[in-house]
C-alpha cells in the first residue's frame, strides 16, 4: 500500500483565519492544508484533507480510513470533549490517529482540558499553532517506519 495521510480538520476550522486569531492565529485552512501536503510530500505521503462540521461525517472518514490509509491526523476541535462516537471509531479502526490541536488544551477552560478521543490515539500534539499539524506528519512518518 502505498503512504497515504489521511487529516480530518473538525468544526469550525473552516473558518481559520479569521475565527479568534488570537487563539487559533491568523493561517487559514487552505494555507494549513498546503503546508500539510508539502511537508507530507516531503516524507512521502499521498495526502487527502477534509474537513466536516459534522460528527457522523467525521465517524465516517475515520472507518473509511482503515486498511486505506497509513495514519490519520485528526483535529476534533469541539468534539475532542464531548464525542464518544468519534472516540469509538477512533478505537475501532487499526490504523494510527494522531490528534493535532493549534492551541494548548490544557492551559485552556476547564472544559477544554479533557479529551475523550486522546486515549485512543497514537498521540497528541497541541499548541503549536498550525506547526502542530507538520509535527503531526513527522508523527506519522515515524509511525509508518515502525
Not at 475523550?116 to 506528519?137: D, E, H, K, Q
Request: charged residues 20%; aromatic residues 4%.
Amino acid at each position: 500500500m502505498e503512504k497515504s495521510l489521511l487529516v480530518i480538520h473538525g468544526p469550525n476550522l473552516n473558518l481559520l483565519g479569521s475565527r479568534e486569531p488570537e487563539i487559533y492565529g491568523a493561517a487559514t485552512m487552505a494555507e494549513i492544508n498546503a503546508r500539510i501536503t508539502e511537508r507530507a510530500a516531503a516524507a512521502g505521503f499521498q495526502v487527502d484533507c477534509r474537513q466536516s462540521n459534522h460528527e457522523g461525517e467525521i465517524v465516517d472518514l475515520l472507518q473509511r480510513a482503515a486498511g486505506s490509509r497509513t495514519a490519520v491526523i485528526l483535529n476534533p476541535a469541539a468534539y475532542t470533549h464531548t464525542s464518544i462516537a468519534i472516540r469509538d471509531a477512533i478505537a475501532a479502526i487499526e490504523v494510527p490517529v494522531i490528534e493535532v490541536h493549534l492551541s494548548q488544551i490544557s492551559g485552556r477552560e476547564a472544559f477544554r482540558q479533557q479529551s475523550l478521543t486522546a486515549p485512543v490515539c497514537a498521540g497528541m500534539i497541541s499548541g503549536f499553532g498550525w506547526r502542530s499539524y507538520l509535527l503531526a506528519v513527522e508523527a506519522a512518518a515515524m509511525l509508518a517506519r515502525s
